[in-house]
Structure formats: C-alpha cells, structure tokens
T-cell receptor, first 113, second 110 residues
Framework: AQTVTQSQPEMSVQEAETVTLSCTYD???????LFWYKQPPSRQMILVIR??????QNATENRFSVNFQKAAKSFSLKISDSQLGDTAMYFC??????????FGSGTKLNVKP | DVKVTQSSRYLVKRTGEKVFLECVQD?????MFWYRQDPGLGLRLIYF???????EKGDIPEGYSVSREKKERFSLILESASTNQTSMYLC?????????FGPGTRLTVL
C-alpha cells in the first residue's frame, strides 16, 4: 500500500526564521516523484517543489529546499527566511506511474510577524 | 499557464438532491482527478480518468460517479447527496510531471 504521513498537524514559526516540515512515505516502487504543495487560506493549491526519486541531489526552489532520504523514505521541506505569505496548509505527496497521487494529511503552517 | 476551473466555489444542496460538479482544463491533459479534502484527512482520491470515457475508482468512490465525455471536462456526480458528503472538492488535471489543481468547490449538504 502507498501511504504518506505528515506527523505535524500544525506548526508556527517567526517571520525570517527557518522551519522544517516532515513527511514520510511508504511504497514498494523504485521510481516515483515527490512533491510539496501549498494551499494558502481560501486559495488554490500550488506546487512548491518537486523531487525525482532517482536523483540523489536535493531539489531547491529559492527559499524552499528538501531533504530527501530515499532509504528512510523521508522527504522533509525546509523553508528559509519565512515570510507571512508562507502561511498555508502544506501537503506532501508522491506519485507513481504518472497517474495517481498520494497525499498526506497536511501541516498547517502559521508564520508569525 | 494551465487553467483548471470548477463550476462553483460554493454550493449548498439538500439531502437527496442530485449534484453535479464540473471541472474543465485547457491544457489537453489526458489525466483528470476528483479529490475530496477534509480537515485532518488530507486529500482523498474519489475517481480519476486517464482518457475520454475512461474512469477508475479511487480510494473513496462510494456515493459518487463521474463522467468524461470530452477530454477537457470531468464531472463528479452525487446521485443522492447526503450530509456526510459535505466537504471541499478539488479537481485536478495532470501532465506526466505534475498536477494542476482547480480552486475547489465547497459543498454543503443540508
């Protein structure tokens, strides 16, 4: 069975500080993609960052980076220099065979001024 | 830019009504999905379609059906709405690399 676990339902961080959101997953597949999606309050879900499982190098997108540990099936998201606009629900997801996505239950991040 | 649109942002229906949620994408994607989002449960896949007139059940298909008569449109149907179907419904379409989400429809069944 394919599962995604986000063990932190809610987190807070001060503006300009760094925060790490955890995600673990379980799959027997070897080739897959991992994603972090952001859903701001009352707004559309958007892609934050994406990682191919066959790549050892961790993906980065400006202030967002991941720590991908394939053997441990761990895929955490680090947000540096947190901004008020980072306040959102964050969903970890992975995808096998270019069709179904599997999502975690989400982490609500609150960036405080 | 990819656009995925949903017919309504907010919808209120009564128990027993037949409900149609429409989703349209403009990028010629083959794969389209319907998810349900509930607090603490994340996104759960209801149905998906990988081609016109093709559909597959997701993790929670009970009480729902879908229709895909044209490539750009994927409809979710609640044959007889019940209060436990009150939720946020998200449509998505995908290329091989990523999914694009619609804005969501918040459905309330009274």
């Amino acid at each position: 069975a394919q599962t995604v676990t986000q063990s932190q339902p809610e987190m807070s961080v001060q503006e300009a500080e760094t925060v790490t959101l955890s995600c673990t997953y379980d799959t027997s597949e070897n080739n897959y993609y991992l994603f972090w999606y952001k859903q701001p309050p009352s707004r559309q879900m958007i892609l934050v960052i994406r990682q191919e499982a066959y790549k050892q190098q961790n993906a980065t997108e400006n202030r967002f980076s991941v720590n991908f540990q394939k053997a441990a099936k761990s895929f955490s998201l680090k947000i540096s220099d947190s901004q008020l606009g980072d306040t959102a629900m964050y969903f970890c997801a992975f995808r096998v065979n270019f069709n179904k996505f599997y999502f975690g239950s989400g982490t609500k991040l609150n960036v405080k001024p | 830019d990819v656009k995925v649109t949903q017919s309504s942002r907010y919808l209120v229906k009564r128990t027993g009504e037949k409900v149609f949620l429409e989703c349209v994408q403009d990028m010629d994607h083959e794969n389209m999905f319907w998810y349900r989002q509930d607090p603490g449960l994340g996104l759960r896949l209801i149905y998906f379609s990988y081609d016109v007139k093709m559909k597959e059940k997701g993790d929670i298909p009970e009480g729902y059906s879908v229709s895909r008569e044209k490539k750009e449109r994927f409809s979710l149907i609640l044959e007889s709405a019940s209060t436990n179907q009150t939720s946020m419904y998200l449509c998505a379409s995908s290329s091989q690399r990523r999914e694009f989400f619609g804005p969501g429809t918040r459905l309330t069944v009274l």
